[in-house]
């Protein structure tokens, strides 16, 4: 059996018959990260990681996911300690908010329902709110880091903190991000980083637009892209 401890996958169009010979060869996988993988459905994903039972860490920045998919992850790997979600999925609230401000909650309550082994947490560019907020802190008792920047429905008001404060580490999110993985990507993307953290750039009505579309058929048409598996093979004890 093979000793893999960690498999990351990055632009790639489809999964190939190679990735899985990879993935069913062991079950001893710690990290999975997919970055930019536009071609991997969530039932697939969810196939992958029931394979895996010793997961303890996932990453999945941009794709195909919707906010669902954060309590698929959950179920399948309820042991998981580290997980970094960052798919753009942020809708600004405005005006009065009622009972449909649970729709903007879907990722982090999928989050408190399934991962209460959680340490560390990336949620950004995420539409959550404070009620978001407090279930995650609620169901994920162990958590000691959370970055939410970007995530401009959440008001770190008093209540907010005072919640906040058991934790390590705390990204807030007007913070900087300038030490940000995905900056190029989002400055590429059409998104106003600037109108997050207090700029101008928000339009007539609002909102900040998300570009999905453009990053979908960047990544499926352009034949120059970078289109490749694997990227960091480790031995499981390293």
């Known amino acids: ?45 969810a196939a992958t990681i029931n394979k895996q039972p010793k997961l303890e860490e ?30 753009l999925c942020m809708y600004p609230i405005t005006g009065e908010v009622d009972e449909e401000e649970l729709s903007f909650d879907v990722a982090a309550l999928g989050i408190a329902k399934t991962m209460h082994q959680l340490r560390h947490l990336q949620l950004t560019y995420n539409s959550i709110t404070n009620r978001g907020l407090n279930a995650i802190l609620e169901g994920c008792p162990h958590l000691e880091t959370l970055d939410i920047r ?11 903190w005072s919640l906040c ?8 999110p007007n913070d900087s991000l300038d030490d940000y993985e995905f900056r190029d990507k989002l400055d590429n993307s059409g998104w106003h980083i600037d109108s997050v953290h207090g700029g101008s750039d928000y339009t007539d009505d609002g ?32």
Not at 21 to 32: E, P, Q
Not at 65 to 87: C, D, H, Y
Not at 165 to 172: F, I, P
């Open 1 to 45: 059996m093979l000793s893999l401890a960690i498999y990351e996958v990055k632009c790639i169009k489809k999964f190939t018959l190679q990735h899985c010979y990879f993935l069913n060869r062991t079950s001893v996988l710690k990290c999975l990260r997919l970055i930019s993988c536009y071609f991997i459905s969530e039932k697939g994903l």
């Open 58 to 87: 996932i990453k999945i920045a941009f794709g195909p996911f919707s906010n669902k998919v954060t309590e698929i992850v959950g179920m399948e790997a309820p042991q998981l300690k580290r997980f970094k979600f960052n798919a």
């Open 150 to 160: 970007g995530c401009c429905n959440v008001s770190m008001d008093y209540d907010m």
């Open 165 to 172: 404060a058991r934790l390590r580490c705390l990204r807030q």
């Open 207 to 238: 909102y900040i637009y998300e570009s999905k579309s453009s990053n979908y058929d960047d990544a499926s048409t352009d034949e120059n892209k970078s289109s490749n598996y694997g990227g960091i093979f480790d031995d499981a004890d390293s």
